[in-house]
Each structure stands twice: as C-alpha cells, then as structure tokens.
C-alpha cells in the first residue's frame, strides 16, 4: 500500500492532522482535519509574554502540526505526541528544570497533569474532572481570561501584603502608646477616644485599600 507522505507532510506543516483512507485495504486518500486557532489565543499568549511568562504546549498531535500551531499563536516551547497519560510527567518534567508550572485544561485527559502543576487552571466549558482537579476555574472559554487571572491575583497578592503593612504599622506605633509609652517619659496617657478613633482609621485604611481593586481592568 502506498501512502502519499509529502501530502500528509505538506498538510502537517499546515497545523492540520492527516488522516489515511483506505478501501478494501487499498490506499484510497487522505484527509485531514484542523483544529481552529481562537483570534484570543495570539492575544492571549502575546499578553502572558508581556508579563514575562514562557508559554508551552503539551498535546498528543503530532510534532510537525504542533510546531505549526505554535508558529502560529507564538508559543515559546512544543511538546507533541505526548500521551494522556503522560501529560503529568511532562509538567513533572517542567518542575525539575526549577520551574513554577501553570496547567491550563479542559478534558478528562488533563485532570493529573492539572493536579501535578503548581496551579491548575481549568476551562469553565470543560469536564467536571478538570475542574474538580484544578486551584482556578475560568467561567468563559477564552484564554484572555488566563492572563487576566493572573494579573488579577497578583494584584490582590499586592493589596494584601500593603494592607498587612500598613496595620504592622499602625499597630507597632498604637500599641505602645496605648500602653502608656509617652507618659513612662513624662506625656500624657492616651485618650480612649482617641485610641478608638485611631482604631477605626486603621480598619478604614485598610478597607479603602482593598476598595481599590474594584478598579482592576482584566486584559481586552
């Protein structure tokens, strides 16, 4: 049976799958079949780079259609052919180079390697398995919502470290004083009125603070 391959070769390059038909055991043709690449996943990748994160893709087609997709959208590194159940060792894999993996999935076959990654990021559109296997699920099918996640969460990891400064703050200042540190050296005691006053404002502070994130824009 002869196999035309610079077809299926031409057609991989082309980011597509090709599939051999036969009838009657005979070479019939080929075919081949393509998923189509989201307008949001360039944008969504190009918007991971800008954060400084190197984008990888672990699929189960095959090398030449990956690397024609990664042409495509602009991801950094391909790994192809790569068995569902070996997706977990691949991030394993990303983990022993001293890297902090981020799995973004949707199927049944994703559920280990969304638990073996740092965290694991689902598809809201996706199986329940990889949801219930993932830290974050999305509620749209779009990779916009990646980066937007993570700008989001860095965001409030930033709000809570300023808040938990600025009470640090508030409170090595208060304490003492509230203790009666001014008047062990001649001041006056602190006023309860006032004391509670400075509480409120370190709670009001704080708050406002934390407001602040409503004004949060997710990536367009």
Known sequence: MHFDTAAADKLGTEGKTPMFMAVDGRYAGIIAVADVVKESSSKAIAALHA?????????????????????????DRVLAEVLPQDKAAEVRKLQSEGRIVAMVGDGIN????????????????????????????????????????????KSVIRNIRQNLFWA???NVLGIPVAAGLLFA?????????????????????VLTNALRLKRFKPFD
Not at 59 to 65: N, V
Not at 123 to 152: F, N, Q, W, Y
Request: charged content about 15%; glycine content about 10%.
């Open 51 to 75: 954060m400084g994160i190197e984008v990888a893709m672990i699929t189960g087609d095959s090398a030449r259609t990956a690397e024609a997709i990664a042409r495509q959208v602009g991801i």
């Open 168 to 170: 640090f703050g508030y």
């Open 185 to 205: 050296f001649g001041g006056p005691l602190l006023n309860p009125i006032i004391a509670a006053a400075a509480m409120s404002m370190s709670s009001l502070s």
């Open 110 to 153: 994703d559920a280990p390697a969304l638990a073996q990654s740092d965290v694991g990021i689902a598809i809201g559109s996706g199986t329940d398995v990889a949801m219930e296997s993932a830290d974050v699920v999305l509620m749209r099918s779009d990779l916009m919502d990646v980066p937007t996640a993570i700008k989001l969460s």
